[in-house]
């Protein structure tokens, strides 16, 4: 699920869709960040990450199937270090993070899966001029026999 989030949000916003993204990536390139943030050029970037499941109580006699919701995120990295006093960062993170969220809204991972709701957003870090902001939605799917 989460290639296929990754995958939509590439072909949407990201160099291969309108371009609004220098590049869309995956939860091992976002942990490298830690070692060495983005570079102005890159950015801005998005790196799409898994953020929890819950499965509900199985009520069934039969079969056995048990919906699990799933939440992904979208950290979205803006910034760099040749705007230092972040001139018109607000106005770019407004339009990112409705962009992101009109591109995941609705949105079907598979047939089987639920449409994707927006849950919750917020900035998690600020690194050397870099401000991450994290995007959750949630879909679930109907998992078993």
Wanted: no cysteine.
């Amino acid at each position: 699920m989460l290639a296929d989030a990754e995958a939509h949000l590439e072909s949407g916003l990201g160099p291969s869709g309108n371009g609004a993204l220098k590049s869309v990536d995956g939860a091992v390139s976002f942990q490298a960040l830690a070692a060495k943030p983005p570079q102005g050029h890159q950015l801005p970037a998005a790196f799409v990450i898994p953020v929890s499941e819950r499965g509900q109580e199985m009520r069934a006699i039969g079969a056995v199937r048990q919906r699990v919701a799933t939440r992904f995120g979208v950290v979205l990295a803006l910034g760099g270090r040749n705007n230092p006093r972040g001139d018109g960062l607000s106005a770019e993170l407004d339009d990112l993070t409705a962009a992101i969220k009109d591109r995941f809204r609705g949105w079907q991972a598979t047939a089987h899966h639920e449409e994707t709701e927006f849950r919750q957003g917020r900035a998690t870090a600020f690194q050397r001029g870099v401000v991450y902001y994290l995007l959750e939605f949630e879909t679930a799917v109907q998992e078993g026999e």
